[in-house]
């Protein structure tokens, strides 16, 4: 009797406790809910409306029915507001970082002036195999840059020399070097065309091939002659090769190689030295891989390939001639290539370099698709090819419980030549880039609007805003031009406006903005002839002009 008593106050007492346990308990500032967007959890994989947790950096959970734990902050996005989707943050396989100055690794002025360099000399100054990524090279402007534009991790490349160095794998959240590596050496990289200058070896193409591989060669002598040594010690110990010994591993096929293209005949080349020395390679490729896809398909190399299509040649009566028709095929022929590569069954995957904006490789991915890339596909050489690639695809390049915290929230669709980017997320935290507010103006009727150009004077334009804010339409009459708007969006006073640069023969896109206050407005603009600053007045409402 007197255990069954106290059982039962033993089980009062815990549901009392139970009882007391509150529901209600404060947000945590590393546990997040995003709900009321449009997933893509992976490459063709959609969810229309879900939801996602983030706990300490990591997804906890994704889908259309998911739990929001009682400790998450939650950003609650409304559909009938805006059309949201969140996309796996992109990679970047490929992005070079100056080196130049680097005064330890004896790439100097003062030491090219005080030595000649001859054939096997080592430590040479564009033979750098132990070459490392550092925190004093850590490119802090370039990687906001690449988050600016959805990026979320990247490779990391040393940009000068024959053989680079090592790369590293790092994160793109705010802080130091050391707070963002992932992995602090990948590949090894190479390229075929750095050059020495002046009397000093090598200052050709060939003279800088025979240094290449001079250098695999004499790794690959010590390698196999201290080998030797070590089991017979009794013989003469061989000179040891200062700087050649990280490309011990390359050859080993344990480090992959990663060479830099610059065309179609160095593509060629680095063919040739993959099959003489036996390495696992990459190729940063240059845009002109559909002339020789047969060559290149039958050595395998995967391709890291750039999006930077030439633009319309001039063929006005005056210059015409000197247009060859080379230059025209590469011109209709370039905006193919990513699909011909894949078409070749070789692997590939996407950088934003040469890009000096790594934002500008949307207006080239546009264009690529509406030539035949497949929407997936160009996702998965920006997200799940590149994990796959760097080792990394168990947690990242996908939005699924237990992966990295890395994704995007963009207004409609990534892929358009200059997607609306609200939100980069990095390791579970969140960078802000444009947060809408409730439109405080209503800008639509007739501007007369003046663009101030630095040292050029003034240029006068003509605006029409249809519509209610804050998503308007609409046109700008420039120069005798009539130019449709490709985006006009009222956030509080501010009216943002952007024109497809194509329409006046420029790459890029036209960006300005008006802070406007009762019927006048002021703001500044770039485009990629450079920056001005604007001024508008309204002069009318649009129905006038409709009228009219």
Same mark, same amino acid.
């Given at each position: 009797?007197y255990?069954?008593?106290?059982?039962?106050?033993?089980? +009062?007492?815990?549901?009392?406790?139970?009882?007391?346990?509150?529901?209600?308990?404060?947000?945590?500032t590393?546990?997040?809910?995003?709900?009321?967007?449009r997933?893509?959890t992976?490459?063709?994989?959609?969810?229309?409306?879900?939801?996602?947790?983030?706990?300490?950096?990591?997804?906890?959970?994704? %889908?259309s029915?998911?739990?929001?734990?009682?400790?998450?902050? =939650?950003?609650?996005?409304?559909?009938?507001? &805006?059309?949201?989707?969140?996309?796996?943050?992109l990679?970047?396989?490929?992005?070079?970082?100056?080196?130049?100055?680097? @005064?330890?690794?004896?790439?100097?002025?003062?030491?090219?002036?005080?030595?000649?360099?001859?054939?096997?000399?080592y430590?040479?100054?564009l033979?750098?195999?132990g070459?490392?990524?550092?925190s004093?090279?850590?490119?802090?402007?370039?990687?906001?840059?690449?988050?600016?534009?959805?990026?979320?991790?990247?490779?990391?490349?040393?940009?000068?020399?024959?053989?680079?160095?090592?790369?590293?794998?790092?994160?793109?959240?705010?802080?130091?070097?050391?707070?963002?590596?992932?992995?602090?050496?990948?590949?090894?990289h190479?390229?075929?065309?750095a050059?020495?200058?002046?009397?000093?070896?090598?200052?050709?193409?060939?003279?800088?091939?025979?240094?290449?591989?001079?250098?695999?060669?004499?790794?690959?002598?010590?390698?196999?002659?201290?080998?030797?040594w070590?089991?017979?010690?009794?013989?003469?110990?061989?000179?040891?090769?200062?700087? =050649?010994e990280?490309?011990e591993?390359?050859? &080993?096929?344990?480090?992959?190689?990663?060479f830099?293209?610059?065309?179609?005949?160095?593509?060629?080349?680095?063919?040739?030295?993959?099959?003489?020395?036996?390495?696992?390679?990459?190729?940063?490729?240059?845009?002109?891989?559909?002339?020789?896809?047969?060559s290149?398909?039958?050595?395998?190399?995967?391709?890291?390939?750039?999006?930077?299509?030439?633009? &319309?040649? @001039?063929?006005?009566?005056?210059?015409?001639?000197?247009?060859?028709?080379?230059?025209?095929?590469?011109w209709?022929?370039?905006?193919?290539?990513?699909s011909?590569?894949?078409?070749?069954?070789?692997?590939?995957?996407?950088?934003?370099?040469?890009?000096?904006?790594?934002?500008?490789?949307?207006?080239?991915?546009?264009k690529?698709?509406?030539?035949?890339?497949?929407?997936?596909?160009?996702?998965?050489? /920006?997200?799940?090819?590149? +994990?796959? =690639?760097?080792?990394?695809?168990?947690?990242a390049?996908?939005?699924?419980?237990?992966?990295?915290?890395?994704?995007?929230?963009?207004?409609? @669709?990534l892929?358009?030549?200059?997607?609306?980017?609200?939100?980069?997320w990095?390791?579970?935290?969140?960078?802000?880039?444009?947060?809408?507010?409730?439109?405080?103006?209503?800008?639509?009727?007739?501007?007369?609007?003046?663009?101030i150009?630095?040292?050029?004077?003034?240029i006068?334009?003509?605006?029409?805003l249809?519509?209610?804010?804050?998503?308007?339409? %609409?046109?700008?009459?420039?120069?005798?031009?009539?130019?449709?708007?490709?985006e006009?969006?009222?956030?509080?006073?501010? /009216?943002?406006?952007?024109?497809?640069?194509?329409?006046?023969?420029?790459?890029?896109?036209f960006?300005?903005?008006?802070?406007?206050?009762?019927?006048?407005?002021? %703001?500044?603009?770039?485009?990629?002839?450079?920056?001005?600053? =604007?001024?508008?007045?309204?002069? %009318?409402?649009?129905?006038?002009?409709?009228?009219?």
């Amino acid at each position: 009797m007197y255990r069954t008593i106290t059982l039962i106050l033993m089980a +009062a007492g815990v549901g009392q406790a139970l009882a007391a346990e509150p529901v209600l308990r404060q947000p945590s500032t590393d546990v997040f809910a995003i709900s009321g967007v449009r997933i893509v959890t992976s490459p063709g994989q959609v969810i229309e409306s879900g939801t996602v947790v983030v706990r300490d950096g990591v997804i906890e959970a994704v %889908g259309s029915d998911v739990d929001v734990p009682a400790d998450a902050t =939650v950003h609650e996005h409304d559909p009938e507001e &805006a059309a949201l989707t969140l996309y796996p943050g992109l990679i970047d396989a490929y992005v070079p970082v100056a080196f130049a100055s680097d @005064d330890d690794d004896g790439n100097n002025d003062d030491d090219e002036e005080a030595e000649t360099y001859r054939p096997g000399q080592y430590p040479h100054p564009l033979i750098t195999p132990g070459r490392t990524m550092t925190s004093k090279r850590w490119p802090a402007d370039k990687v906001e840059a690449l988050r600016n534009a959805g990026f979320t991790m990247a490779v990391l490349v040393p940009e000068q020399g024959l053989v680079r160095g090592r790369s590293a794998l790092v994160s793109l959240g705010e802080g130091s070097f050391g707070a963002n590596v992932i992995e602090p050496e990948l590949f090894q990289h190479v390229s075929l065309n750095a050059r020495m200058s002046g009397r000093h070896f090598p200052s050709s193409l060939m003279g800088g091939m025979a240094l290449l591989r001079q250098a695999f060669m004499d790794a690959r002598w010590q390698a196999e002659a201290r080998s030797v040594w070590r089991d017979n010690p009794g013989q003469r110990r061989p000179e040891f090769l200062e700087g =050649v010994e990280p490309l011990e591993s390359v050859l &080993a096929g344990d480090v992959p190689v990663v060479f830099d293209a610059d065309d179609m005949l160095d593509s060629l080349r680095v063919a040739g030295l993959v099959e003489e020395f036996g390495l696992s390679a990459w190729i940063v490729g240059h845009g002109s891989e559909y002339q020789r896809l047969d060559s290149l398909a039958a050595v395998g190399l995967g391709q890291i390939l750039p999006l930077d299509f030439p633009s &319309a040649p @001039d063929v006005d009566e005056d210059a015409e001639r000197e247009v060859s028709l080379q230059e025209l095929r590469h011109w209709h022929n370039a905006p193919e290539n990513p699909s011909r590569v894949l078409e070749s069954g070789l692997d590939m995957l996407l950088t934003s370099h040469p890009h000096s904006s790594p934002g500008n490789l949307f207006e080239h991915l546009e264009k690529a698709i509406e030539r035949g890339l497949d929407a997936d596909r160009a996702l998965a050489a /920006l997200t799940t090819g590149p +994990a796959e =690639v760097l080792g990394i695809a168990d947690r990242a390049g996908r939005l699924e419980a237990g992966y990295m915290a890395n994704f995007l929230l963009v207004e409609d @669709d990534l892929f358009v030549a200059s997607p609306t980017i609200r939100e980069v997320w990095v390791d579970g935290r969140r960078h802000l880039l444009r947060e809408m507010e409730p439109p405080e103006v209503e800008p639509a009727g007739q501007w007369d609007i003046e663009l101030i150009v630095a040292g050029m004077g003034s240029i006068d334009a003509s605006l029409t805003l249809r519509g209610e804010a804050p998503t308007l339409s %609409g046109s700008m009459e420039i120069m005798g031009t009539n130019l449709p708007l490709s985006e006009a969006r009222v956030s509080g006073s501010r /009216l943002d406006l952007r024109i497809d640069g194509s329409r006046l023969g420029m790459p890029g896109s036209f960006n300005m903005y008006m802070d406007i206050e009762d019927d006048r407005g002021r %703001g500044a603009g770039s485009s990629p002839q450079g920056d001005f600053n =604007v001024r508008g007045r309204r002069t %009318g409402d649009p129905d006038q002009e409709d009228s009219a």
